[in-house]
């Protein structure tokens, strides 16, 4: 039997007058965030397509293409992240159908692949080189193809493909060419992205913006179920069952100079270092001083809507779940509203008892995420208000939500989640200070919040000048096998993020937890080779920690300790090493705590040689399931 190969993954094609090689191969470095498991370029040379694919990074693809160049003005590629099945040469996209003439690539999972197999087999299709979904999905609209009556090929293309895809069960961002059809291009998606460039002469199809954002900023973000046929000089939008429909050509916010590494040796330390800024664009606007509360006018609810809510569920995954976990404590704090968090995956599938006056709010940064996506469409279907906190404008999230507060944090290209996460710290507070407003929170308090958000920039550039003192803490603990994290009340979540950033981007073992959790378990982990980390800052709950921090050096584990004000006095006896961030506000704290952990994991990471920027099994935008 088969192996199921489904895929995430990033696509880019390209119809023009230029080379295709080395935009495609440019533009798959952009998207290699998206996975770099293998990597594919096809290109139609006069009448036959030049195929390069090759397991690993898009670097072991351009030296294939360098030994053996592929000449032609138009074409498609891709990156892979697998989910299933091997990573070989045979299963790395593009794939051809079963007369070689049309090639494809797929982002996405075609569930009932097997059928439709079978079904060619039946049919006495029995070509196949790969192990992939995707091949069968080329392979039928290939048949299709092949049955279909008429002179205009483009025509017979489009409506191959389009009669192949609804018969697929499953999700799907493709770009389709064939050699006889010069300069033209088929690309249509359902619940995977896709993105079209409209340039001068030249049109692209991307997975992601930041692909194509070097030769046009003009583009269409696709709807799921449409599907696009593109040649040079014009293209045009109609749905997967046939009608022509409207589309707006947005401008995209950043440039091409804004996803570069500039002078950083990684772009994760580049984004760490960009978020006094990040954190800035985050409120930029969004703070009254004469009413000492917030205004989000994207959520699109007036006061006496927001002055009904009775209940926040927030919801996301990995990092943006911890963020959530932080504005559960914020909003409750500063809203007194009952807050709840859930894990996108879980809360999708679960049969939630239905309240009333409940407001959702899917966090995501790539705003494409699949469990977060599903989760969004599962809470509108039960007919909840649904909002978004998206960094990726016109993301399918963002776009599907009744409204939201984008983060305005540029383009995050590491693979390893940082300025999102603190701008949705950001973004959190600001709704608890809007909720609080209208509710129990004085005007004194209002201000205090906003005079302790306006100072975070400057805090932040405090904080980054420790990079030095965190990298040689990090060189002492090179040998470690692993490490703990705690933290309480809004640092709790803090400990989830500090030990996520560790193992992603590590690969040491590394585990999170309320500090209080210590003794009821986790204690029985505590040896010297195993440092913990106690995010404890001069708040309310310095004392209790400080209990905790005792009962870890009394079994000699090695403490590293993030403090603030009084904490650094208090812990100098007990813990090995001290990192000592500004006094904040306690509810904000955890936007000042967490910029050390990143940077622990950061110079950790470099010192043990790991790819900082793309860690390895993991990719940036998760699409699927
Ligand atoms: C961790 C990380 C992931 C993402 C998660 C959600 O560093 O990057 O855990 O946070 O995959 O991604 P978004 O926010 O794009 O939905």
Redesign the pocket.
């Known amino acids: 039997m088969a192996t199921f190969t489904s895929n995430m993954c990033g696509i880019v094609g390209y119809v023009g007058r230029s080379q295709a090689a080395p935009i495609l191969l440019d533009g798959l470095r952009r998207l290699e965030y998206r996975g770099y498991d293998s990597a594919g370029v096809a290109i139609v040379d006069g009448d036959h397509v030049e195929m390069r694919k090759c397991a690993g990074r898009i670097a072991s693809l351009a030296k294939l293409i360098s030994q053996k160049p592929a000449a032609g003005s138009y074409g498609i590629s891709h990156t892979r992240w697998a989910t299933h099945g091997k990573v070989n040469d045979e299963n790395a996209h593009p794939h051809f159908d079963a007369t070689g003439k049309i090639a494809l690539v797929h982002n996405g999972v075609i569930e009932n692949y097997q059928a439709l197999k079978e079904q060619l087999i039946q049919n006495g299709d029995t070509n196949f080189r790969s192990d992939t979904d995707t091949e069968v999905l080329a392979h039928l609209i290939g048949s299709i193809y092949g049955q279909l009556e008429g002179k205009d090929s483009k025509a017979r293309l489009v409506n191959a493909t389009r009669a192949a895809l609804k018969q697929v069960i499953g999700t799907y961002g493709i770009a389709v060419v064939h050699s006889d059809i010069p300069n033209f291009m088929v690309g249509a998606r359902r619940g995977s992205p896709l993105v079209l460039g409209v340039g001068k002469d030249e049109n692209f199809l991307a997975s992601d913006v930041s692909a194509i954002v070097a030769h046009t900023r003009d583009a269409v973000y696709l709807n799921d179920f449409d599907l696009v046929a593109l040649e040079r000089d014009k293209f045009e939008i109609s749905s997967i069952d046939g009608a022509v429909g409207q589309h707006a050509v947005s401008k995209v916010e950043f440039s091409a100079e804004d996803i570069k590494k500039g002078d950083y040796p990684h772009y994760m330390l580049k984004e760490i270092c960009e978020q006094a800024d990040t954190v800035r664009d985050a409120m930029r606007g969004r703070l009254t001083y004469e009413e000492c509360t917030a205004k989000l006018g994207g959520l699109n609810m007036t006061p006496p809507e927001l002055r009904d809510v009775a209940r926040v569920v927030l919801t996301?995954?990995?990092?943006?779940l911890h963020a959530g976990r932080v504005g559960e404590y914020l909003i409750e704090r500063l809203a007194n509203i009952p807050v709840e968090v859930e894990f996108a995956s879980e809360y999708r599938h679960r049969n939630t008892p239905m309240t009333e006056r409940t407001l959702v709010f899917a966090?995501?940064?790539?705003?494409?995420?699949a469990d977060?996506l599903g989760a969004l469409r599962e809470s509108r279907r039960k007919g909840y208000r649904t909002l978004g906190i998206c960094n990726n404008v016109a993301s399918t999230i963002a776009r599907e939500s009744d409204g939201g507060v984008y983060m305005h944090a540029g383009p995050e290209i590491g693979?390893?989640?940082t300025k999102?996460f603190t701008s949705q710290l950001v973004i959190l507070t600001l709704i608890g200070l809007l909720l609080g407003r209208m509710r129990q929170l004085s005007t004194a308090e209002g201000k205090r919040m906003i005079d302790a958000l306006e100072a975070l920039p400057g805090q932040i550039e405090e904080v980054l000048k420790l990079s030095d003192q965190i990298k040689s803490i990090a060189k002492k603990y090179v040998d470690v096998s692993g490490m703990l994290f705690f933290g309480r009340q809004f640092n709790y979540p803090i400990a989830l993020e500090g030990a996520?950033?560790m193992k992603?981007i590590t690969y040491l073992f590394a585990e999170g937890h309320p500090s209080a959790e210590l003794k009821h378990g986790i204690i029985a982990l505590v040896r010297p080779d195993l440092p913990s980390i106690f995010i404890a800052p001069d708040d309310a709950v310095l004392s209790k920690n400080l209990n905790n921090i005792e009962q870890v050096k009394a079994r000699k584990g090695p403490i590293i300790a993030v403090t603030s004000g009084n904490g650094a006095k208090q812990l100098k006896d007990l813990a090995a090493d001290i990192i000592e961030v500004p006094d904040v506000i306690d509810c904000l704290s955890p936007v000042l705590t967490v910029i050390p952990l990143q940077l622990l994991a950061y110079h950790l990471a470099v010192e043990l040689g790991r790819d900082v920027d793309k860690p390895r099994n993991l990719a940036?935008?998760?699409t699927v399931e």
Do not use: F, R
Not at 316 to 320: D, E, I, N, P, S
Not at 363 to 369: F, K, L, Y
């Open positions: 996301g995954c990995g990092t943006a966090i995501s940064q790539s705003g494409e995420t977060t693979v390893a989640a999102s996520l950033k992603e940036k935008s998760v």
